[in-house]
């Protein structure tokens, strides 16, 4: 089983910057996709960031420029760097590990419970 905690979120100005952490727990595998997701309110959950087992990343095209994920396989810990924020960018922010078999399937996700993140224009 995983666990993972995230932390980081809070209350920022427009323009600031906020960096979001996710400590994963458990047996993990450098072959592990972690990314972070956002849901706000009456939307769906959308994919903000990943990151793949080696270094490859996807972004959203609304966080591009703005976002940086990375990841520290010997911590077990992903980040998400995030700069210029926006109003737009209020949300619940939620820790993401994709886990992959020999096929390239996916067979399990785990989800962390989520980190408050909230823009003031």
């Known amino acids: 089983q995983v666990q993972l905690v995230e932390s980081g979120g809070g209350l920022v100005q427009a323009g600031g910057s906020l960096r979001l952490s996710c400590v994963a727990s458990?047996?993990?595998?450098?072959?592990?996709?972690m990314g972070w997701y956002r849901q706000s309110p009456g939307k769906q959950r959308e994919l903000v960031a990943r990151i793949l087992g080696g270094s490859n990343t996807n972004y959203a095209d609304s966080v591009k420029g703005r976002f940086t994920i990375s990841r520290d396989n010997a911590k077990n810990t992903v980040y998400l760097q995030m700069n210029s924020l926006k109003s737009e960018d209020t949300a619940v922010y939620y820790c993401n590990l994709d886990r992959f078999g020999r096929s390239g399937l996916k067979i399990r996700e785990f989800w962390g419970q989520g980190t408050q993140v909230t823009v003031s224009s």
């Open positions: 458990g047996i993990i595998f450098s072959s592990d996709t």
